[in-house]
């Protein structure tokens, strides 16, 4: 089953030395339970396409489909919505609040949702336990180490139990053994949860342990490759 379709994506950037073309007539369609990984020079589009891919940015020109449904249609609220509901953001600098728990930081997304405080509880726990911090429950984020703190984040963009997980270089923080660790909670999460995950990663090793890897430069798909 296709949960997205990309056709014909540009997307054009206005700067002060003019017109700058970053994306020019991206396709593809994702399929549920797919992971897939995008890797690329630094600069060739990546962050700007998986941007697009989670409804963060709209491109210039083309058709972004959601389960059948181009979701370009729909007025900011409904888009913030959707996004909220269906895609689940991983980012390279984890972007916790420090302020606050590391369970509140898990539970953010649910709040935002609306999801009730006894329902949230509960995931929020069952995620802790799933990812293996439990005891890091009332900690602040900055008192974790990296490889937890990247945990943590991946608890937050499950919590609403979205379809599609977006992650922009989530190993690029760590060393490679917590690395490691953390593309293996991924992999868990296709395999066992069938969660359609996206990565960009400069890692060649972890992009050839993907389903599918997606090749970009100056802003085209390079080629596909089946792992
Ligand atoms: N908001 C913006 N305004 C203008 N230009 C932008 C904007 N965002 C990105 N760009 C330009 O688009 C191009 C692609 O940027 P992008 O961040 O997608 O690259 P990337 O492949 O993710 O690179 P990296 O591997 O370094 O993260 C770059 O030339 C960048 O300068
Ligand atoms: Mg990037």
Do not use: W
């Not at 399929?31 to 963060?56: A, D, Q, Y």
């Not at 296709?190 to 342990?209: G, L, P």
């Amino acid at each position: 089953m296709v949960v997205m379709e990309l056709k014909n994506i540009t997307k054009i950037f206005d700067s002060p030395a003019g017109e700058s073309v970053v994306l020019k007539d991206i396709n593809f369609k994702i399929k549920r339970g797919e992971f897939i990984s995008i890797v690329g020079p630094s600069g060739s589009g990546k962050s700007t396409l998986l941007n697009i891919i989670g409804v963060l940015d709209k491109p210039t020109s083309g058709e972004v489909i959601i389960n059948g449904f181009n979701i370009l249609c729909l007025n900011e609220s409904e888009i913030a919505q959707m996004r909220n509901n269906l895609i689940g953001f991983i980012f390279q600098s984890f972007n916790l609040i420090n302020r606050t728990s590391v369970q509140k930081n898990i539970e953010i997304p649910a709040i935002i949702m609306g999801m009730k405080r006894s329902l949230r509880h509960y995931r929020s726990q069952k995620l802790l336990e799933l990812l293996g911090i439990k005891d890091k429950a009332e900690y602040k984020p900055m008192n974790l180490s990296g490889g937890q703190q990247q945990r943590v984040a991946i608890a937050r963009a499950l919590i609403n139990d979205p379809t599609i997980i977006l992650a922009d270089e989530p190993t690029g923080n760590l060393d490679t053994k917590t690395g490691q660790e953390v593309f293996g909670l991924l992999k868990m999460l296709t395999k066992k949860y069938k969660k359609t995950i996206i990565i960009v990663t400069h890692n060649q090793e972890i992009a050839s342990e993907t389903d599918k890897t997606i090749f970009i430069r100056d802003g085209k798909i390079e080629k596909e490759i089946i792992n």
